[in-house]
Structure formats: C-alpha cells, structure tokens
C-alpha cells in the first residue's frame, strides 16, 4: 500500500479553470502539508494542517484553499489559475512536528501545467 | 524568517568520485534531515541528526551535523550512477519543514 498517495499525477489545464488535487495518508499521521516545488526544484511549503491547526505561507495566493475532510485527507483546490501556477505540488505527511524524530512521507508528485 | 542555504547548487562527479553537499541555517536547528530526490521523482527520507557534533554512516554515504547545530554536511564515497539526484537538508521552522534549495548531483558514467 502506498503509503502517501496523491491525484492525479499529471494536470494540465487553460488559464482561469478551477482544479483540486486529492491526498491522502494511511500511515495514522497527525500533520499534512502541501509543497509547490518549482522548476529550479525549490521545495516551498505552502499550508501545513493537522486536527487542531491550519498554518498557512503568507506568501500563498489566496486561489490556494486546503481542505480536509478527515485527519487522513488534504485535498488542494486552485481557483483561477495562472501561468505561474505551473510547478509540481507535493503532498506529504508526518507525525506532529515538534515532538521530535518526525519525517516527512511524500507523495509521488502532481505536475500541474497551466496553458 | 528562518533560512536554509546549501552548497553547491549543482556539482558533477565522474563515477567513483567523492561528492559533498554543504547545508547552513540561519539558526540553530533542534535537528537536521536529509532527503534525496531522484529525477523525476519525490523526496525521499535518508537520515535525521539530533546531536551537535553527531556522525552517522549510510553505507557510502557519511552525515555530519555541526557542533553550533547550525551546519550539516553530506558526503557520498565513490560515487555511483544510482546516487544521481538532488539532495535537500532540511529543518524544523514553526510547525512545518524548511527545506535547503537542494545540490544537483549528476555521476557520468
């Protein structure tokens, strides 16, 4: 079983459209996140969720909505997209951090192409 | 806020050549991890550090973790065209990961 899994793995889509990516973890994890890994292969965060707490990157448009239906589900809904929407977005997973000896799972990747 | 920065950005190797990556924070870090990401693919955990001064071993591949707690380094022995990828430290920021912009590491055969 995989233990992060995300879809779809490819995404492509015109400028302006609404699209969502679905995650989820069957590892018992409390923390998701969502990463925007761009083509110079810079790994930002862009939202990290766990039961209690949803912290959002400043830096983030706010096109960019996390939903979690359940501790084990972070989807990721793009309103409007643009052309600088184009990256590959990772879901990931981890015990809560702060307690120590948490990694992070990644899912296998989203490549998003806007047109 | 809190930055990672490593060194090199990208370093090419002939196979069997020794390799290191260089990662430095603008803080001091409570631990520090690695992750490799074959092309193509997501990051994958290798190691976490705790310790100041800490040493640990991965086959050919030698972690360090600074005494300030502040600096890392990755060193691969003898290279092979399997160790191709990009190599990102990261550390603990808040209630997320801050990851290191990654060395490109290519291995010509």
């Known amino acids: 079983d995989t233990a992060v899994s995300q879809t779809p793995k490819y995404l492509v889509t015109q400028m302006g459209n609404d699209k969502s990516i679905k995650c989820e973890q069957n590892l018992g994890h409390d923390t998701m996140y969502w990463y925007k890994q761009d083509s110079k292969k810079f790994l930002k965060i862009m939202f990290s969720?766990?039961?209690?707490?949803?912290?959002i990157n400043e830096t983030v448009p706010n096109r960019f909505s996390p939903k979690s239906p359940d501790k084990a589900h972070l989807n990721l809904h793009i309103n409007s997209l643009e052309l600088g929407d184009s990256a590959v977005y990772f879901c990931?997973?981890?015990?809560?951090?702060?307690?120590?000896?948490?990694?992070?799972?990644f899912g296998s990747g989203t490549q998003l192409s806007v047109l | 806020g809190q930055q990672v920065m490593q060194i090199p950005q990208y370093q090419h190797v002939q196979e069997g050549e020794d390799f290191t990556t260089y990662c430095n924070s603008s803080?001091?870090?409570?631990?520090i991890q690695w992750y490799k990401q074959r092309p193509g693919g997501h990051p994958v955990f290798l190691i976490q550090?705790?310790?100041?001064?800490e040493v640990k071993k991965q086959k050919r591949l030698t972690f360090q973790f600074g005494e300030a707690k502040k600096n890392s380094s990755l060193h691969i022995t003898a290279t092979q065209t399997t160790d191709v990828g990009t190599y990102f430290c990261a550390g603990p920021g808040g209630q997320n990961f801050v990851f290191g912009p990654g060395t490109r590491l290519s291995v010509l055969p």
């Open positions: 803080t001091t870090l409570s631990n």
């Open positions: 969720y766990n039961n209690k707490e949803l912290i």
């Open positions: 550090l705790v310790k100041s001064g």
């Open positions: 990931a997973s981890s015990q809560e951090p702060g307690r120590g000896g948490e990694k992070l799972f």
